[in-house]
């Protein structure tokens, strides 16, 4: 346990000392305070506006701090040979990757943090306040983030950063428009309701990304929003958790498997 | 106790490159022991498949076929891999850290208490001569300071065995001297060590044992005494006339004391005599030659 938490906390000091990642976050900081200029052209709406924008900035600079972060997380460490003097040390080779992953997680998770501070104070300066449903909301959000940091660890483990970036950000597209697929495919193999089941079934492959975004969307038939009073429930919450967990722990055995049989010459 | 530290048989190692998977064959097939308390020299040219053994032996990469065993263990066995300490050639370490930091990192990875990892920490850097530049990032750190720190992350358990993949590489002579000085200090600690090197001379100074590797095929292992051959290769002689030196190098089996007993008679001055026994070099030359002759 001390050596997963040791090359844990290594991975976060390293993404703590980075200026890029600094910068990126600053950046979404000064995206989520651009609300407060914004709502002052939208009548009535400025809590509103800053909570969208607030929302849509944390999912957006997360994703994109997840797959910068994570296409290059272990390529890097074989590229730059600092593996060289890790793995003869006593520590098995899945202790590194998922070592590697939870310090990127408690990067983000302090990084994502650290947005939400910034939209509470929006919305402070607003007169309004944070409620359950953007606790909620953002979540859901970093349940999002934590899956595509194991699918950018899991390309990295055997591709280029560029092609890694390419392929998580594909993986990010289709699984955030996984219904829209699934109604494609239904629509499109009327005909052939076999190859419709067989690719319904692979699509399962990618995750479902629209669970951890449902604001304006539609669950079990009813449309909730994070702005009205019919958001979801916190046994929501915890099962989309429960199946981003789920998912990212298939993804990483993925990465183990690929990073346990390489050699590093 | 067991008395062999590392075991290798018949070790192979094939790489595959490109589209049409190449195959090249780096290591072909070696054995040999090394044994608790010794300084173990691993040489060979550029090329020979140093490296490649070492990573092997290090759980780096995976044989194609054969055995390799550390501390009585598999490569891969945690128990063997705590009483073990490895510096990679041309070390590269998370530049962000500083020093002490390196070192630390390492500490933790061993699960030392916090406390040990402090005082172990300190003693290495002061040992290895970083104690002021412990709290310096390592990317402001010269060749020769990265391959020190590299020895002390490598003692920071106190392991039975340590393995250096080119240790005196990028060195200066000074730098080189402290790490033989080093190297030396750890057989008198009771450790064992293995390294790798193409300095020769650094080798035939520290050396119990070597073995010497050529295409990836073993020459020879064994004390570097019983390697070298004990004939005499010739005699060089310094002369001094009229201020001129002049060398001349006597072939074995001319009379070194006729030549002196003339040089003498006639008033010319003998300056030195030096018999020419086999170097490491010499033998290294002769295996290396045999090895291309032979493919």
Known sequence: MNRLGAIAYNTFREAMRSKLLYSIVLF?????????????????????????????????????????????????????????????????????????YLGMVLTLAVQMG?????????????????????????????????VIAAVAIL????????????????????????????AVILAKLKESPELAKVLLYGSHVLPDLHLFFVSGGTVAGKTVSVNAGDYVNWTYVASASAYGLAYAGCVLALAIWSFSRRDFV | MNDTVI????????????????????????????????IFGFLGPNGAGKTTTIKMLMG??????????????RVTDLAAKRRLGFLPESPYFYDYLTGRELVDLAGRLFDLPAAVRRRRGDDLLERVGLSKAAT????????????????????VNDPELVVLDEPMSGLDPIGRKEIRDLIV??????????????????????????????????????????????????????????????????????????????????GVKVVAVQPRYEHLEDLFYREVEAEKRAS
């Open chain 1, 28 to 100: 979404a900081c000064v995206l989520i305070l651009s609300g407060l200029v914004l709502g002052q052209f939208v009548l009535n709406e400025q809590l509103r506006l800053t909570r969208d924008l607030g929302l849509g900035g944390i999912s957006f600079f997360g994703v994109a701090l997840a797959v910068f972060a994570g296409v290059s997380m272990v390529y890097k460490e074989i590229e730059r040979k600092t593996v060289y003097a890790l793995i003869p040390k006593p520590l098995h080779r899945w202790q590194f990757v998922v070592g590697k």
């Open chain 1, 114 to 146: 650290l947005m939400a501070v910034v939209l509470c104070i929006a919305l402070w300066l607003q007169g309004g306040a944070p409620d359950a449903p953007l606790c909620r909301a953002i979540l859901l959000l970093f349940g999002q983030v934590a």
């Open chain 1, 155 to 182: 390309f990295s483990t055997f591709s280029t950063p560029f092609l890694s970036g390419l392929f998580t950000v594909g993986v990010f597209i289709i699984g955030r428009y996984s219904n829209e697929l699934h």
């Open chain 2, 7 to 38: 075991t290798v048989e018949n070790l192979r190692k094939t790489f595959a490159f490109g589209f049409f998977r190449r195959k090249v064959e780096a290591v072909r097939g070696i054995s040999f022991e090394v044994r608790r308390g010794e």
């Open chain 2, 60 to 73: 780096l990469i995976f044989p194609t076929s054969g055995k390799c065993e550390l501390l009585g263990g």
């Open chain 2, 136 to 155: 310096i990032p390592l990317r402001k750190y010269s060749k020769g300071m990265l391959q020190r720190l590299g020895l002390a992350q490598a003692l």
């Open chain 2, 185 to 266: 200090s750890l057989r008198a600690e009771g450790k064992t060590v293995f390294f790798s090197t193409h300095i020769l001379s650094d080798a035939e100074l520290i050396c119990d044992r070597c073995a010497i590797l050529v295409r990836g095929q073993l020459r020879d292992v064994g004390p570097l005494d019983q390697l070298l051959s004990p004939k005499l290769l010739h005699t060089e002689v310094v002369l001094e006339c009229n201020g001129l030196k002049e060398a001349k190098r006597l072939a074995p089996d001319e009379d070194v004391d006729a030549v002196l007993r003339a040089a003498l008679e006639s």
